[in-house]
């Protein structure tokens, strides 16, 4: 073969995927490459000598090629038919077999003559050579040349391809459209229009790119050209190899970007990013201002002045006088300031404006100043004012610069209202906490307990840390400890909600993991509540458009995000106390011994974690032992060493005689070492000292499934309560005590247990096996059953029921008699 044939043959090492085959003037396939035998599954063998058109999945299309071809189409589509059976979609392109150098003009397409019709003819043409290549595979081509074709012709970015020698071989229109670099730029070297040093710094970067095959990415360079030196221009370089499919390096593709404008305006960026990091440290407003100014001098001007209306330190909305002006105060000076004034008035000017240096100050000697002024609002609202100035020498400020300031001004007045919010927010946290803490100290049959809170320093605001205790059925108690991650009014409302929470649950006497985890459900949907208030509202009216509104929504800094709990229920009774906790540190026992130790408990994940469950510990305590539950506040110290802090209560409990003191006096003890202020956070402490209800204090009796039994229980009874002396209860616990009794035998069947204790009240309790809750109702006049629960709450003044392992138990509670009552 000769001519285009060979030439084909050169590139097909380069083009996977292309078949080729040779068909002689009659149609017929001559030659069969293994390209084709892997497109179309069929051997050399199999093809050669047959008709092109048995190809074909739809042999009657051959005609139509013939016409194309015969019209001058040299390209086109057809659908073969694989040795497997399958419809092959291919695109082809036909070179003629004329003489040498002979292109696809020359010679015969598929088939002339005789061929046309598929039949063998001596007097066909010269044939052609066939490419064929899958259809999807020409569709990425074309993709391809489209894709290098348009960004060719784009001209915001320069693109350069340059060969291993580093010398231009391809460049779009514009690819360094500045003086001094030549309009034609095919076969130059960088060097030939860019100063050499800056022509080696880039060539070093693009061979290091062809040593290591490792892509170049926004490395920025200055370039200057050799006719035009000047200030140059910032150039931002990505680079990556160009190699053929055998991993020969072809050369180099270069991108250039301009970069001048973005780095001269990087230092305005930078100081903005200053600034804004500087105001939004602080959350008092007169620190806020001093690091405002502060940011700003030197850097945009000699001297800055922020001067705030009266009511903005105080947590108050600034509110204008009839005529729309606001008193002013200098509230922060950087730099030289001028003759110190008291308040003035100013009517402020909506945008920045450039101001003469007022009547009285002293101007510096080398010229006169020039300065800027941009108002402090956010939300709507005025606050202040903030301005700059410099000498006239510096030169006068840019409309870049104007702009940089009420940026600046912009987002200082938002630090500056947040600062305000938590003023005003802190104070009414202080009032609402105070007015939500439980006693300090209290007293039930079970135990006497004394709490202690210490709140975090004001700079922060009020915690989040509570601690209560709680009276539950059967003489047991609920002790907790919680603590609402973060500070401020939001902590506050937060730790109210979980209180309250946790009082309504323990109401139900539920197990401390099981509590937990109710809890833990509450606070997960809490968190994922929006924050919209009536306060917020009232901004979105003031501030339109919304954007400086959504700062303090979407971060408001004393927004609580989760919370820790430990919750406890001790039993005088059985003297067990069941401990769970969220994340929280445990609980320390000190036992009237001496010895000190922390409850092996499992800690759990924080409240509003969510999806993991809880563990209960119980462990067995002594009377007379002191319990300590407590926030980290009290352990965690300046380094965040919790085992310390851990150490230092353990060393305070076990004090010889501190377990004998008054709880108050060892709470006292136990924060003595805190400091009086600047703490980090808040510390609580509760101590609890365990009590024991005496053996004799109780009766049990086990109950058959029969209600024969009933009338024996009540006997019991009664006999037991004349032996403590309660004749008094003995009508009213025999009619509690049989109906429960009773309800227990009809509808959860055997073993029944009743249980009478005597401690600060006479406490009947009856349990089953059954699940099934109870619930009252009022019977009507005709029903001869279902006043049972009606009469035990009308005869007793508390009653409810709790769920066990084993079922549930159903209690009453009746006052004592006032001792020589009888």
Same mark, same amino acid.
């Given at each position: 073969?000769?001519?285009?044939?060979?030439?084909?043959?050169?590139?097909?090492?380069?083009?996977?995927?292309i078949?080729?085959?040779?068909?002689?003037?009659?149609?017929?396939?001559?030659?069969?490459?293994?390209?084709?035998?892997?497109?179309?599954?069929?051997?050399?063998a199999?093809?050669?000598?047959?008709?092109?058109?048995?190809?074909?999945?739809?042999?009657?299309?051959?005609?139509?090629?013939?016409?194309?071809?015969?019209?001058?189409?040299?390209?086109?589509?057809a659908v073969?038919?694989? =040795?497997?059976?399958?419809?092959?979609? /291919?695109?082809f392109?036909?070179?003629?077999?004329?003489?040498?150098?002979?292109?696809?003009?020359? *010679?015969?397409?598929? +088939?002339?003559?005789?061929?046309? +019709?598929?039949?063998a003819?001596?007097?066909?043409?010269?044939?052609?050579?066939?490419?064929?290549?899958?259809?999807?595979?020409?569709?990425?081509?074309?993709?391809?040349?489209?894709?290098?074709?348009?960004?060719?012709?784009?001209?915001?970015?320069?693109?350069?391809?340059?060969?291993?020698?580093?010398r231009?071989?391809?460049?779009?229109?514009?690819?360094?459209?500045?003086?001094?670099?030549?309009?034609?730029?095919?076969?130059?070297?960088?060097?030939?229009?860019l100063?050499?040093?800056?022509a080696?710094?880039?060539?070093?970067?693009?061979?290091r790119?062809?040593?290591?095959?490792?892509?170049?990415?926004?490395?920025?360079?200055?370039?200057?050209?050799l006719?035009?030196?000047?200030? =140059?221009? $910032?150039?931002a370089?990505?680079?990556?190899?160009?190699?053929?499919?055998?991993?020969?390096?072809?050369?180099?593709?270069?991108?250039? $970007?301009?970069?001048?404008?973005?780095?001269?305006?990087?230092?305005?960026?930078?100081l903005?990013?200053?600034?804004?990091?500087?105001?939004?440290?602080?959350?008092?407003? $007169?620190?806020?201002?001093?690091?405002?100014?502060?940011?700003?001098?030197? =850097?945009?001007?000699d001297?800055?002045?922020?001067?705030?209306?009266?009511?903005?330190?105080?947590?108050?909305?600034?509110?204008?006088?009839?005529? *729309?002006?606001?008193?002013?105060r200098?509230?922060?000076?950087?730099?030289?300031?001028g003759? #110190?004034?008291?308040?003035?008035?100013?009517?402020?000017a909506?945008?920045?404006?450039?101001?003469?240096?007022?009547?009285?100050?002293?101007?510096?000697?080398?010229?006169?100043?020039?300065?800027?002024?941009?108002?402090?609002?956010?939300?709507?609202?005025?606050?202040?004012?903030?301005?700059?100035?410099?000498?006239?020498?510096?030169?006068?400020?840019?409309?870049?610069?104007?702009?940089?300031?009420?940026?600046?001004?912009?987002r200082?007045?938002?630090?500056?209202?947040?600062?305000?919010?938590?003023?005003?927010?802190?104070?009414?946290?202080?009032?609402l906490?105070?007015?939500?803490?439980?006693?300090?100290?209290?007293?039930?049959?079970?135990v006497?307990?004394?709490?202690?809170?210490?709140p975090?320093?004001?700079?922060?605001?009020?915690?989040?840390?509570?601690?209560?205790?709680?009276?539950?059925?059967s003489?047991?108690?609920?002790?907790?400890?919680?603590?609402?991650?973060?500070h401020?009014?939001?902590?506050?409302?937060?730790? #109210?909600?979980?209180?309250?929470?946790?009082?309504?649950?323990?109401?139900?006497?539920?197990?401390?993991?099981?509590?937990?985890?109710?809890?833990?459900?509450?606070?997960?949907?809490?968190?994922?509540?929006?924050?919209?208030?009536?306060?917020?509202?009232?901004?979105?009216?003031?501030?339109?458009?919304?954007?400086?509104?959504?700062?303090?929504?979407?971060?408001?800094?004393?927004?609580p995000?989760?919370?820790?709990?430990?919750?406890?229920?001790?039993d005088?009774?059985?003297?067990?106390?069941?401990?769970?906790?969220?994340?929280?540190?445990?609980?320390?026992?000190?036992?009237?011994?001496?010895?000190?130790?922390?409850?092996?408990?499992?800690?759990?994940?924080?409240?509003?974690?969510?999806?993991?469950?809880?563990?209960?510990?119980?462990?067995?305590?002594?009377?007379?032992? /002191?319990?300590?539950?407590?926030?980290?506040?009290?352990?965690?110290?300046?380094?965040?060493?919790?085992?310390? *802090?851990?150490?230092?209560?353990?060393?305070?409990?076990?004090?010889?005689?501190?377990?004998?003191?008054?709880?108050?006096?060892?709470?006292?003890?136990?924060?003595?070492?805190?400091?009086?202020?600047?703490?980090?956070?808040?510390?609580?402490?509760?101590?609890?000292?365990?009590?024991?209800?005496?053996?004799?204090?109780?009766?049990?009796?086990?109950?058959?499934?029969?209600?024969?039994?009933?009338?024996?229980?009540?006997?019991?009874?009664?006999?037991?309560?004349?032996?403590?002396?309660?004749?008094?209860?003995?009508?009213?616990?025999?009619l /509690?005590?049989?109906?429960?009794?009773?309800?227990?035998?009809?509808?959860?069947?055997?073993?029944?247990?009743?249980?009478l204790?005597?401690?600060?009240?006479?406490?009947?309790?009856?349990?089953?096996?059954?699940?099934?809750?109870?619930?009252?109702?009022?019977?009507?006049?005709?029903?001869?059953? +279902?006043?049972?629960?009606?009469?035990?709450?009308?005869?007793?003044?508390?009653?409810?029921s709790?769920?066990s392992?084993? =079922?549930?138990?159903?209690?009453?509670?009746?006052?004592?008699?006032?001792?020589?009552? *009888?």
């Amino acid at each position: 073969m000769n001519g285009a044939p060979e030439r084909a043959a050169r590139i097909l090492p380069f083009t996977e995927g292309i078949a080729g085959a040779l068909v002689d003037g009659r149609g017929r396939v001559a030659a069969w490459t293994p390209e084709a035998r892997k497109l179309l599954g069929r051997t050399a063998a199999e093809v050669v000598g047959r008709p092109v058109r048995a190809l074909l999945a739809d042999p009657a299309a051959w005609r139509e090629l013939v016409r194309r071809n015969a019209r001058g189409a040299r390209e086109g589509e057809a659908v073969l038919r694989s =040795g497997r059976g399958e419809d092959v979609p /291919v695109v082809f392109q036909t070179f003629g077999l004329g003489e040498a150098g002979s292109g696809p003009e020359t *010679g015969a397409g598929p +088939g002339t003559g005789a061929a046309a +019709g598929g039949g063998a003819s001596d007097d066909g043409g010269p044939g052609c050579f066939v490419l064929v290549a899958p259809a999807r595979l020409a569709a990425g081509w074309f993709q391809d040349h489209a894709f290098i074709r348009e960004l060719f012709l784009q001209d915001r970015v320069g693109l350069a391809v340059l060969d291993p020698e580093l010398r231009l071989l391809r460049t779009n229109t514009h690819l360094l459209p500045y003086t001094g670099v030549p309009s034609d730029l095919r076969a130059r070297r960088l060097s030939d229009f860019l100063w050499p040093e800056d022509a080696a710094a880039v060539e070093e970067k693009l061979r290091r790119v062809l040593t290591t095959g490792l892509p170049l990415v926004q490395a920025e360079e200055l370039l200057r050209t050799l006719e035009d030196p000047g200030g =140059g221009v $910032t150039i931002a370089i990505s680079a990556f190899r160009l190699q053929d499919p055998s991993g020969r390096v072809l050369g180099v593709t270069a991108l250039f $970007t301009d970069v001048t404008e973005t780095r001269r305006a990087a230092e305005r960026l930078a100081l903005l990013h200053r600034a804004t990091a500087r105001v939004g440290g602080s959350l008092s407003v $007169t620190d806020t201002a001093r690091e405002l100014a502060g940011a700003l001098v030197p =850097g945009l001007g000699d001297l800055a002045v922020v001067e705030l209306a009266d009511a903005v330190p105080l947590g108050e909305e600034p509110v204008p006088d009839v005529e *729309g002006r606001l008193l002013l105060r200098r509230t922060a000076v950087a730099g030289e300031p001028g003759n #110190g004034r008291g308040p003035h008035r100013w009517t402020p000017a909506p945008e920045v404006v450039l101001v003469a240096v007022d009547e009285g100050e002293t101007a510096p000697a080398d010229g006169h100043p020039v300065r800027m002024t941009a108002p402090l609002r956010a939300r709507g609202t005025l606050l202040g004012r903030l301005t700059v100035g410099r000498r006239a020498a510096l030169g006068r400020y840019a409309d870049a610069d104007r702009d940089l300031l009420r940026e600046v001004a912009d987002r200082a007045a938002l630090a500056l209202d947040n600062a305000r919010r938590f003023t005003r927010e802190h104070r009414a946290a202080v009032g609402l906490q105070r007015s939500m803490l439980p006693p300090t100290q209290t007293e039930t049959p079970a135990v006497t307990t004394s709490g202690v809170y210490l709140p975090a320093e004001t700079r922060t605001g009020v915690g989040g840390d509570w601690f209560d205790v709680i009276p539950l059925s059967s003489a047991r108690v609920a002790l907790v400890v919680g603590d609402v991650v973060g500070h401020g009014l939001a902590a506050t409302a937060t730790m #109210g909600r979980l209180r309250t929470a946790v009082r309504t649950l323990a109401d139900l006497d539920l197990e401390p993991d099981e509590l937990l985890a109710h809890l833990d459900d509450l606070v997960s949907q809490l968190l994922a509540e929006p924050e919209e208030t009536g306060e917020e509202d009232e901004d979105a009216r003031d501030d339109p458009e919304g954007d400086r509104g959504e700062s303090w929504r979407v971060r408001h800094p004393s927004s609580p995000t989760g919370a820790t709990c430990a919750y406890a229920v001790y039993d005088p009774v059985t003297r067990r106390c069941a401990v769970a906790s969220a994340g929280h540190p445990p609980p320390a026992v000190a036992g009237p011994d001496g010895s000190v130790a922390y409850l092996r408990v499992d800690p759990g994940p924080p409240l509003g974690v969510g999806g993991l469950p809880f563990e209960t510990t119980e462990v067995e305590l002594a009377p007379g032992s /002191v319990l300590a539950l407590y926030t980290d506040g009290l352990i965690e110290g300046a380094d965040g060493d919790l085992d310390a *802090g851990m150490a230092a209560l353990t060393a305070r409990l076990g004090r010889p005689g501190a377990v004998e003191l008054p709880l108050r006096e060892l709470g006292r003890e136990i924060v003595a070492g805190r400091p009086a202020d600047g703490l980090a956070d808040d510390v609580t402490l509760l101590l609890a000292r365990t009590r024991e209800v005496p053996p004799e204090a109780t009766a049990t009796w086990r109950v058959e499934a029969d209600p024969a039994a009933v009338g024996a229980v009540r006997e019991a009874a009664a006999a037991q309560l004349r032996a403590w002396g309660l004749e008094e209860l003995v009508f009213t616990t025999e009619l /509690v005590l049989s109906e429960l009794v009773t309800n227990a035998i009809r509808y959860a069947g055997g073993p029944v247990e009743a249980r009478l204790i005597r401690a600060g009240r006479l406490i009947c309790e009856v349990s089953d096996p059954s699940a099934t809750h109870p619930r009252m109702r009022r019977a009507r006049l005709t029903d001869e059953g +279902g006043r049972g629960l009606f009469l035990v709450a009308q005869l007793t003044t508390r009653w409810g029921s709790r769920y066990s392992r084993t =079922g549930k138990t159903i209690w009453g509670e009746q006052e004592l008699p006032a001792p020589g009552s *009888g």
